[in-house]
C-alpha cells in the first residue's frame, strides 16, 4: 500500500521552529513533484511550498524566509524547515506528492496526500 506519512509536528512557542518530515511507503515507481499545503482552523487547505524532483523549489509568500523546504530522493523523503513560527502558523500540515505506482498489473500516477501533522503555536 502506497502511502505518505507525516511527523515532526508538535506545540511551540512564538519563535520557535520546527522540522516536519514526510516518507512515502510502498512500491513507487517515480516520486515527482513534492509539495507542503497547510490548513488552519476555519481556513481552507492552501499551499506553503513544493520541489521538483530535481530539487527547485517554491514558496508562498507566507513561507518565504522562514521555512525551508528540502527532499531526499534516496530516502524518498521530504523536509519543511519551520522558523519563526508565528500563531497564525498554527495548522495541520500536510504532504503532497505526485507519484507513479504499482497497482495489480499497471502503473498509476496520481496526487496522493499524507494524513496530516498538526502544528500548534502558542499565543
Known amino acids: 500500500q502506497v502511502q505518505l506519512v507525516e511527523s515532526g509536528g508538535g506545540l511551540v512557542q512564538p519563535g520557535g521552529s520546527l522540522r516536519l518530515s514526510c516518507a512515502a511507503e510502498?512500491?513507487?515507481?517515480?516520486?515527482?513533484?513534492m509539495a507542503w499545503f497547510r490548513q488552519g482552523p476555519g481556513n481552507s487547505r492552501e499551499l506553503v511550498a513544493r520541489?521538483?524532483?530535481?530539487?527547485?523549489?517554491n514558496y508562498t509568500d507566507s513561507a518565504k524566509g522562514r521555512f525551508t523546504i528540502a527532499r531526499d530522493n534516496e530516502k524518498r523523503t521530504m523536509y519543511l524547515q519551520v522558523n519563526s513560527l508565528k500563531p497564525e502558523d498554527t495548522a495541520v500540515y500536510y504532504c503532497?506528492?505526485?507519484?507513479?505506482?504499482?497497482?495489480?498489473?499497471?502503473?498509476?500516477?496520481?496526487?496522493?496526500w499524507g494524513q496530516g501533522t498538526q502544528v500548534t503555536v502558542l499565543s
Open positions: 510502498g512500491i513507487i515507481e517515480s516520486i515527482y513533484d
Open positions: 520541489i521538483s524532483k530535481d530539487g527547485v523549489k
Open positions: 503532497n506528492a505526485l507519484m507513479k505506482v504499482e497497482t495489480g498489473w499497471s502503473l498509476r500516477t496520481a496526487h496522493y
